[in-house]
């Protein structure tokens, strides 16, 4: 048997977001080889080389490694491998792939108006997915032209409690109806 041996080994891709994604290996070394530094590489075709994009790490420490990668693109597949450069030359482990997750967008449902005055009433939402995209505000757009309002209509901003957000709207003009979708 080669008594004189490196072996890395891509463990797993982890923490996948929609633009990074941690990713672990491990290298088993005997003999004498001298290891100068290891590192993982990836891209969008599969064989990643480190001519691809990589974090590399210098030093001779032999031991299980992760790197964070980031500014990945979103919903795109992703291929990975381990390297490790020894005094002998280049080795790479074996290829993982994993795609990057999809932005989605948060949705609402809109609850039932309630404590309606002559003046003022209560709306809001229920919040059904949080999604993946930053969700600034949560509120409700209001219309008495407009059956389906939007952002060029009335805008009431909510406080928000759990799942749900409550919108309180005032100076609202007497029998009158209005129209109220949730954002």
Known sequence: SDTNSVTVETLQVSNITQNSALISAKIEL???????????????D??????DLKIQEEGNTVSEYSFSFQNLKEDTKYYVRSYVLTNSGMIYGNEIV??????????????EVSMVTSRTAVAGG??????TSEAGTFGVYLSSVNQIPGTTDRDIQGIRNSNKFICSINSLEPETKYYIRAY
Not at 30 to 44: A, R, V
């Open 126 to 131: 229920t919040i059904l997915n949080e999604g």
């Open 98 to 111: 994993f795609t990057t997750s999809k932005t989605t967008k948060p949705t609402v449902s809109t609850l």
């Open 46 to 51: 599969e064989k990643p080389t480190i001519d």
């Open 30 to 44: 005997t003999g004498k080889n001298e290891l100068l530094s290891k590192g993982i590489c990836i891209s969008t």
